[in-house]
C-alpha cells in the first residue's frame, strides 16, 4: 500500500470512528434539547408567574415550573385514587369532559399509549412472532397480539421501528400466530426502538417446521 493510500486510509477511518462517536451524542443532545424547548414552551404560563414573583433567572424558573407540575399531577393523581375523589372526577368527567370534542378519543389515544387502558396492547399484550403471508413463505414480523375474534382470527399490532408507538394492524388467522408468552413486552419493544438490533436473543428458541 503507497503512502498516500495509507495516509487517506487513515484519515477516513478516523472521521467515520468519530462521526461513530459523535452523531450519537449530538442526535441524543438534540432530542432532549427539543423536548426541553416543547416542555419549556407548555409551561411558559407557570414559569412567567416565577420570574414576575420572584424575579428568578429564566432556567430556575423552568426546573420549578416543571417540578410545580409534577407536584400538580401527584397531587391530583393521589386525590383521584381516594374513593371520594374517584367518585367527583367519575361525575366531572361524565357530565362535562365527555362533552368537550375529541375528549374521549385523546383520552384513550393516552390511555393505551401509557398502559393505563386495560386493553392497553402496552400493558397487557402478548408478545408473537406472526407470518403474515402464511408459513410457506419465509418472511415473519414481530407483534403483539390485540384481540381474538369467535371465528379464529387473532388482531395483532405490529409496531414499526424506531418509534413503537406507530405501526400497522392486522387481521390473521391464528395459525400464522406463533405466541411467545416468556417474552415481556419492554424487551420486546427495545428490539423495536433498536430497529431488529437484539430479535436473534430474543426470539432465541427455534420456531417450529413450517408444514
Known amino acids: 500500500m503507497s503512502a498516500n493510500r495509507r495516509v487517506w486510509f487513515f484519515i477516513r477511518k478516523s472521521l467515520l470512528g468519530g462521526l461513530t462517536i459523535l452523531l450519537p451524542i449530538s442526535i441524543i443532545v438534540f432530542f432532549f434539547r427539543w423536548i426541553y424547548q416543547t416542555v419549556t414552551d407548555m409551561i411558559s404560563p407557570f414559569t412567567s408567574v416565577f420570574i414576575n414573583a420572584f424575579g428568578l433567572p429564566k432556567f ?8 410545580a407540575v409534577m407536584v400538580l399531577c401527584f397531587l391530583v393523581g393521589t386525590l383521584v385514587a381516594t374513593r371520594l375523589g ?8 361524565e357530565n362535562v369532559m365527555t362533552r368537550l370534542p375529541g375528549y374521549t378519543t385523546v383520552r384513550e389515544v393516552i390511555a393505551q399509549l401509557m398502559g393505563n387502558s386495560s386493553d392497553s396492547p402496552f400493558s397487557r399484550g402478548e408478545v408473537a412472532r406472526v407470518w403474515l403471508y402464511g408459513r410457506n413463505v419465509d418472511v415473519s414480523v414481530t407483534a403483539l397480539v390485540t384481540s381474538r375474534h369467535a ?24 395459525t400464522l400466530v406463533e405466541l411467545h408468552p416468556e417474552i415481556g413486552v419492554e424487551s420486546m419493544m427495545k428490539t423495536v426502538v433498536a430497529c431488529g438490533a437484539g430479535t436473534a436473543l430474543l426470539f432465541k428458541t427455534d420456531s417450529p417446521k413450517k408444514p
Open 86 to 93: 374517584s367518585w367527583l372526577w367519575q361525575q366531572w368527567e
Open 60 to 67: 430556575v424558573a423552568d426546573w420549578l415550573a416543571v417540578l
Open 151 to 174: 371465528d379464529g382470527h387473532v388482531t395483532v399490532f405490529v409496531p414499526t421501528g424506531p418509534n413503537p408507538t406507530s405501526g400497522f394492524i392486522y387481521h390473521v388467522d391464528e
